[in-house]
Structures are given as C-alpha cells and as structure tokens.
C-alpha cells in the first residue's frame, strides 16, 4: 500500500503494520484518558476524604452536644413527673377532705336551715297584721301569677 522510498531500498508497509500502529495509537489514546480518569478521581477522593473528616470533627461535639440536651430532658421529665404525682397526691387528698367536711358539716347544716325555716314559717302564720302577699308559681323558667281570691283571671287581659 504505502511505499517509502529510500535512496538505498525501498520498504512497503503492510496492512498488519498498519494495524499494529493504529492499535498503539489507540491504545496510548485510552490510557492518557484513564490516566485523567484517575486523577480526577483521586482528587475527588481526596476531597471527600477531607469533607468526611471535617464532618467528623464538627459532628463529634454535636453529638456530645445532643447527649448533654437528652439528658437535661430526662432529668426534667423526672421532676415533672414528681411533681404530678404530688399534684395527684394532694387533689386525692383535697377530695377526701372535701367529703370528709361534706358528711360532717352537711348533715348538720340542712338540720339548722330546715329548723330556721320551720321556725320563720311559724311565726309568719300567727301574724294577722301583715298584708297577703301575691303568691307565684315556676313553671319551667317563667313566672305564672297565682289564682286571686275572689277573681277569675282567666281570659282576661289587664
């Protein structure tokens, strides 16, 4: 195919010649671009060997940082937890006394309030003197005039 030509002989290339060039050259193509490959790579690994170490260091006091807030929580949640059960002690405690007074004053009382009323009802009965006074009658949340002596009122209007 190719002739060289030289003063003293002249050399044709051959078509495996050419081959074995054309594969060197490819060759020294594909290792230069791996050989950027793996520099490129390197750098990034080295980039992220740095990130990750810097990660480290600030992550390191977070976390101690964390473990210190965790259990500052907890001690907290013991005392509120203390002090509920005081607060579930005392209202237990407030309810029995509040039974406790309900049972020893309450009998008593309603004895004194009907014996005063008794009493008032009594001695409202023996005065003649005293005017009548217009009696009403609840139904359901409103007042009804009660019935007058003597008048019909029914059908009436005022």
């Known amino acids: 195919m190719f002739r060289r030509v030289s003063r003293e002989r002249v050399h044709t290339v051959s078509g495996g010649e050419v081959a074995g060039i054309l594969v060197a050259v490819f060759w020294a193509i594909l290792v230069s671009f791996l050989a950027v490959a793996l520099a490129r790579l390197a750098q990034t690994l080295r980039a992220t060997t740095k990130l990750v170490a810097d990660v480290t260091d600030q992550a390191v006091p977070l976390l101690a940082d964390?473990?210190?807030?965790?259990?500052?929580?907890?001690?907290?949640?013991?005392?509120?937890?203390?002090?509920?059960?005081?607060?579930?002690?005392?209202?237990?405690?407030?309810?029995?006394?509040?039974?406790?007074?309900?049972?020893?004053?309450?009998?008593?009382?309603?004895?004194v309030a009907a014996f005063g009323y008794g009493v008032r009802r009594?001695?409202?009965?023996?005065?003649?003197?005293a005017p009548e006074r217009a009696r009403s009658n609840v139904i359901v949340g409103r007042t009804v005039p009660g019935a007058r002596r003597g008048k019909r009122t029914r059908g009436k209007k005022d």
């Open 122 to 129: 009594a001695l409202g009965g023996r005065k003649e003197d």
């Open 66 to 111: 964390a473990s210190t807030a965790v259990r500052s929580a907890q001690t907290q949640i013991e005392r509120v937890d203390a002090i509920a059960s005081d607060v579930q002690e005392v209202t237990s405690n407030a309810s029995a006394l509040s039974t406790t007074v309900a049972s020893t004053f309450g009998g008593p009382l309603v004895k």
